[in-house]
T-cell receptor, first 113, second 112 residues
Framework: GAGVSQSPSNKVTEKGKDVELRCDPISGHTALYWYRQSLGQGLEFLIYFQGNSAPDKSGLPSDRFSAERTGGSVSTLTIQRTQQEDSAVYLC???????????FGPGTRLTVL | AQRVTQPEKLLSVFKGAPVELKCNYSYSGSPELFWYVQYSRQRLQLLLRHISRESIKGFTADLNKGETSFHLKKPFAQEEDSAMYYCALSGRYGGATNKLIFGTGTLLAVQP
């Protein structure tokens, strides 16, 4: 079946603009995660959704970052007033349940000029 | 603090040589340990997890709680093993969050 998909694959934006990144998890997966992969920082956890529970936002680096998951499926990560340090690859992962293997999407490469 | 350390950024070996990718962790509790691999132009994928105690593509990893290590080993490297390898741990913090904490990764280059 289809794996986790993310769009766009690449996004170039200007400093100060808002961006939205989309994640389509594997059908039936209740858990969804966002991570960021940047030079010098490696892979960092951002936010986690599990079913109808309140999301774990403990990894979001600032209040410019937010995420939603509508209908328990698609998720959108929004970055407001982008800064150059936001440049990174943003990865989405989903798992069947909270303790199951996480399957990763191909990522969205964000470049803030 | 929870932390995963991969001391080698690059490990270069010849085909047929043994491979050991080092991983040490810091965690108060009983974490679950993983190795993820990213081949060139492919997405990050799970290689193995310690609770499975299985061998994938000839790789094995044993959790050593005394040394807080989870080194990845393969007796005979193959060129197709060339990739970026990430060690990761998962722990639960008063709830069901299963977020992964990753090391910085080791690039394995297998020379012909």
């Amino acid at each position: 079946g289809a794996g986790v998909s993310q769009s766009p694959s690449n996004k170039v934006t200007e400093k100060g603009k808002d961006v939205e990144l989309r994640c389509d998890p594997i059908s039936g997966h209740t858990a969804l995660y966002w991570y960021r992969q940047s030079l010098g920082q490696g892979l960092e956890f951002l936010i986690y959704f599990q079913g109808n529970s309140a999301p774990d936002k403990s990894g979001l680096p600032s209040d410019r970052f937010s995420a939603e998951r509508t209908g328990g499926s698609v998720s959108t990560l929004t970055i407001q007033r982008t800064q150059q340090e936001d440049s990174a690859v943003y990865l989405c992962a989903s798992s069947l349940g909270s303790s199951d293997t996480q399957y990763f999407g191909p990522g969205t490469r964000l470049t803030v000029l | 603090a929870q932390r995963v350390t991969q001391p080698e950024k690059l490990l270069s070996v010849f085909k047929g040589a043994p491979v050991e990718l080092k991983c040490n962790y810091s965690y108060s509790g009983s974490p679950e340990l993983f190795w993820y691999v990213q081949y060139s132009r492919q997405r990050l994928q799970l290689l193995l997890r310690h609770i499975s105690r299985e061998s994938i593509k000839g790789f094995t990893a044993d959790l050593n709680k005394g040394e807080t290590s989870f080194h990845l080993k393969k007796p005979f490297a193959q060129e197709e093993d060339s990739a970026m390898y990430y060690c990761a741990l998962s722990g639960r913090y008063g709830g069901a969050t299963n977020k992964l904490i990753f090391g910085t990764g080791t690039l394995l280059a297998v020379q012909p």
